[in-house]
Each structure stands twice: as structure tokens, then as C-alpha cells.
């Protein structure tokens, strides 16, 4: 103890006092308080951002909750319309079946009108063919018949007659 | 971990001490002027005297030829009749008092790296039988001594470097370079020593004086691993000189609280709260910085000393192992005691903060209970 006390030098005490208030004011005015502001300012930087990144981390998962909801939709809408589709393309078939079905019905009942109308023409021309003929060859028969002059007068005796029973 | 390492620390620091102590007293062929340190008593003052603060920077010595190597430091002492200043070199590397140096009115001389002023009409010192100058008295030496080279440098080593640091901010949030390596030192100072220890409220104002010990403690005591040989942390004024600053910052901050619980303890008979006073005060006042500077001191003293010893083993053991077996011994032993000190350099450095920073926080704390 004796030792330590006789060691003590108060002149160096006073040199350190003296230095350590220097160095305390000097480090405090040009390091630490640009380091301390500095390291703070970052780390409330580093918070700020890794708040951001979790606040956009949320609003991702919204989002992608959101493009899920959509897509679900989307995908609902698109077989309503592709059941739509079918049934307007199964609606319209049967449509043009129906129409077909129609126009060939007309068409037939078109051609079996004017097939009848041709069969009438054709038995029609069939009909003064066959009384042309028939005059024809009762001119002929007429004209031989009536080569004498008594048959003449027979016919037309036999002629009247008929015409008279008319 | 800390209490084992002490522990540890202890018992190598004892058992050199024993040892060295039987060296010392076998050491009988003890010479006045040798060419080299080479015996028991002359490693003990080699070794004390390092210990000790000195006058002048050494080097190294050629005791052949007389010669020293350093360079000398002014010297500037408050004497009776007023401030003296001159050179150190002016002692001739007389630590004995045979030199008296003649500054016109005043005669000084140096006698265990103390400054004595001589008495008036004395010329030369004499001494009694305990070696006690009985004619001259120690004056005040503001002189700048190696200790005091050796805060400048840690000061503007540590100025340097954080203000780099500092700077580098201005860059980027990032720092390069030598505040890359600084940087996670202050955060740990900030974050597991102040924090912790003051609360999240109050920490800020107290970071200038913990920072700055922290470093100043931990650069000084790595500057005292050196070759140069420092032992600035060895000197009992410098480390009461941080205690005392310590103390006066707890005093000066302290809550009301503090103070309530201090001097009039709440929650205990009347009659006990004086004694309690008592002892609180005496607690804060003197023990926990005579804490505070006997852990530094001793703690840097014994390492310098364990080092050396185990240095001066390669004389010392010469006879029982050989050069060879003596100098490997004392290599590897003074390189595991020096990896321990370079653990303990930064150990003592945030212990000592560590307790600053645990006293500010009972000072400052303040009780909601009532």
C-alpha cells in the first residue's frame, strides 16, 4: 500500500485528467457523434426498409390473392361463355337443321309442283297428240269414206241423225 | 468464463511470483555495474523500474559502453520557486540522485523516477537507512513522461481512426477500410455494454465518455504489449484518474431516486436507513472506484510483470537448462502468457467500462414502484 501511494504521482494524475478531457470532448465532438448519428440513421434505415419490404410483402400476397380472385373469375366467365358457345352452337345447328329441313321439304313440295305441272303439260300435249292424230286419221278415214258420193251422203245422214239425238 | 480466466490468471501471476522471489533470494553474486542485466536482483529493478513511469523514452542499453538508446522528454516540474522545465537528458539516465540538476534557484534530482527538489543550501543527496531522500521533497511533475507520449498517441491513434470512421459515413452507409474493422467496436460498446447497462433511454448521453475510456484503456493497454514498452495502464494514477472520472459521472447524473435510495432507503425501519447510508456512500464513493482502479492497475502491473519474468527466464534458468533449454522455455511461455495479454488488454478494457457503464445505470435508473 505504502508502495502504491509513493508510486502515485499526482503530476501525472493531473496530466491524464487533463488529456482524457481533451480526448472525451475532442472524440465526442468529431467521432462519436457523427459515428453514433450515422450508425442510428442507418439503422433506423434498415428498419424503415425491412418494414417496406414487409408492408410490399403483404400487398404482394394481396395482390396475388387479388390475380387469384380474378383468375377464378376469369376462368368462370370462360366456361359460361364456352358453355354459351355450345349451347348457341348446338342451338344453331339444330336451327339450320330445322331450316334445311324446311327449305327441302319446300323444295320438294316445289318439285313434285312442278313435276304435276309438267305431267299435266305433258298429258295435256299427250291429249292433242293423240286427238290431233285421232283427227288425223279421221280425216283419213273420212276422206276414203267420203270418196263416193253415196257414202257421203250416208255419213252425213247418219250424222245428223246423231246430232239430233244430242 | 471471465471468473475462470482470472482464476487462471492468479495462480500463473503467483506461482511467477513465488518463484521469482527464490530467484531473487538466491541471487547472491549481485554486481554494481555490470555489462548486462543478468543476475536475480538486477532483472527485479529492471523489471520494477519498467513498471514504473519514466522520464525519458529507452530503448535499449549498452551498459559496456554506457550507452543509451532512446531519446530523451521534457521535462517540466511546479518547484518552489515556480515552474522549471528542461530536457530529461540533463539526468545523464541517473536514477539514483547522484545528479543534481542546477536550474539557478532550485536544485533538482531524480531518484526512482520521482523528481525531488533538493533543500535549500543542500548540494547533493543523502539518504537514511530506508533509502529515503532526507533532504530534498518530490514537486510536482507535470512532465511528459513516457506514460504521457503513450496517451497522446493512443489519443491521436484513436482521434485518427474514428474520425476516418466518422468521415467514411459521409461516403456511404457502409464504411471501408480501417472503419470497417472500428465500426462493430463501437457497436459493441453501444449495444452489450452501454445499452444494456443504462437503459435504452439514457445510454446516449454517456456513450462519449464510454467509447472514449473503452479505447483509450484498450489501445493503451495493447501499446503496453509492445516492445516499446509502455505501462501507461500500470500507473495507479492513470487508472484512478479514470475511476475518479467514473465516479463524478454517476455522482453528477444521478436521479432523484438514486439519491432517495441512496441516503434515506425506502421499505426498511427507520432506524437502519443511517447505517445503510453509511454504507451505500462509502459503496459508491470509495469502493467501487478503488474497484474500478485497483482491477486496471493490478491487472496491467501483474501482466508486464509475468511477461518480463518469464522473459528473464532465459537468464535466469541458464544454469539449471542450458541456453538453449532456458531460452525455449522462456519463449514459450512469455508467447502463451503474451496471447493471455492480449486477451486481458481487451478484458480489462471492457470490464472497466463494463462497471462505468453498470454504475451510470444504477445512478440514473429511475423506480416506478412508488
Given at each position: 500500500m505504502e508502495m502504491l501511494l509513493n508510486d502515485f504521482s499526482p503530476g501525472l494524475f493531473i496530466m491524464q485528467a487533463v488529456i482524457l478531457v481533451i480526448l472525451i470532448f475532442l472524440m465526442a465532438k468529431f467521432a462519436w457523434r457523427p459515428i453514433l448519428n450515422s450508425l442510428s440513421e442507418r439503422e433506423s434505415g434498415i428498419e424503415d426498409a425491412l418494414k417496406a419490404a414487409e408492408k410490399a410483402k403483404i400487398d404482394m400476397e394481396n395482390l396475388q390473392a387479388n390475380n387469384a380472385k380474378l383468375l377464378q373469375e376469369a376462368r368462370t366467365e370462360r366456361e359460361e361463355m364456352l358453355k354459351e358457345a355450345r349451347e348457341m352452337k348446338t342451338k344453331l345447328v339444330e336451327d339450320a337443321k330445322t331450316e334445311a329441313n324446311e327449305t327441302a321439304a319446300n323444295m320438294i313440295a316445289q318439285a313434285q309442283a312442278a313435276i304435276e305441272g309438267e305431267k299435266k303439260a305433258a298429258i295435256a300435249d299427250l291429249k292433242a297428240q293423240v286427238s290431233n292424230l285421232s283427227i288425223d286419221i279421221a280425216e283419213k278415214v273420212i276422206r276414203t269414206e267420203l270418196s263416193n258420193k253415196d257414202k257421203q251422203v250416208a255419213l252425213v245422214e247418219s250424222m245428223l241423225g246423231e246430232a239430233t239425238l244430242n | 468464463m471471465m471468473a475462470k480466466q482470472s482464476i487462471k490468471f492468479i495462480v500463473v501471476f503467483l506461482l511467477v511470483l513465488v518463484s521469482f522471489k527464490s530467484f531473487a533470494d538466491g541471487?547472491?553474486?549481485?554486481?554494481?555495474?555490470?555489462?548486462?542485466?543478468?543476475?536475480p536482483q538486477e532483472i527485479k529493478d529492471h523489471i520494477k523500474h519498467h513498471l514504473k513511469d519514466s522520464h525519458d523514452f529507452h530503448l535499449f542499453s549498452d551498459n559496456a559502453a554506457g550507452k543509451h538508446y532512446g531519446f530523451s522528454l521534457p521535462v517540466i516540474v511546479w518547484t518552489s520557486k515556480g515552474l522549471k522545465t528542461f530536457m530529461s537528458s540533463a539526468f545523464h539516465h541517473d536514477d539514483a540522485g547522484h545528479v543534481v540538476v542546477d536550474k539557478g534557484d532550485v536544485k533538482l534530482t531524480k531518484i526512482h523516477s520521482k523528481i525531488y527538489e533538493l533543500n535549500a543550501g543542500a548540494t547533493a543527496v543523502t539518504f537514511d537507512d530506508k533509502h529515503h531522500a532526507t533532504n530534498a521533497h518530490k514537486v510536482l511533475d507535470f512532465s511528459i513522461t513516457k506514460s504521457v507520449v503513450g496517451m497522446l498517441l493512443a489519443g491521436v491513434l484513436m482521434f485518427l481512426g474514428f474520425v476516418t470512421l466518422a468521415k467514411g459515413y459521409k461516403k456511404g452507409p457502409i464504411p471501408t477500410g480501417i472503419g470497417r474493422l472500428l465500426e462493430p467496436l463501437v457497436i459493441y460498446v453501444r449495444d452489450d455494454i452501454a445499452r444494456p447497462n443504462i437503459g435504452e433511454k439514457k445510454y446516449r448521453k454517456f456513450m462519449g465518455f464510454l467509447l472514449t475510456v473503452f479505447f483509450f484503456i484498450w489501445i493503451l493497454n495493447l501499446l503496453g504489449l509492445t516492445p516499446l514498452g509502455f505501462n501507461v495502464t500500470g500507473q495507479i494514477a492513470v487508472t484512478a484518474c479514470l475511476a475518479i472520472f467514473t465516479v463524478v459521472i454517476y455522482l453528477f447524473s444521478g436521479s432523484k431516486d438514486f439519491w432517495a435510495h441512496t441516503l434515506w432507503m425506502p421499505g426498511v425501519p427507520v432506524i437502519l436507513r443511517p447505517v445503510l447510508a453509511v454504507i451505500e456512500l462509502v459503496g459508491f464513493l470509495l469502493i467501487k472506484p478503488f474497484s474500478l482502479l485497483v482491477r486496471l492497475f493490478a491487472n496491467m502491473t501483474a501482466g508486464h510483470f509475468v511477461v518480463m519474468s518469464l522473459i528473464a527466464l532465459t537468464i535466469t534458468l541458464k544454469e539449471s537448462f542450458g541456453a538453449v533449454g532456458s531460452t525455449g522455455m522462456s519463449l514459450v511461455l512469455a508467447l502463451f502468457i503474451s496471447v493471455i495479454e492480449v486477451l486481458v488488454a481487451f478484458l480489462q478494457a471492457f470490464i472497466f467500462t463494463m462497471l462505468s457503464s453498470l454504475f451510470i445505470g444504477m445512478a440514473v435508473e429511475e423506480h416506478d414502484h412508488h
Open positions: - | 541471487g547472491s553474486s549481485h554486481h554494481e555495474k555490470g555489462n548486462v542485466i543478468d543476475t
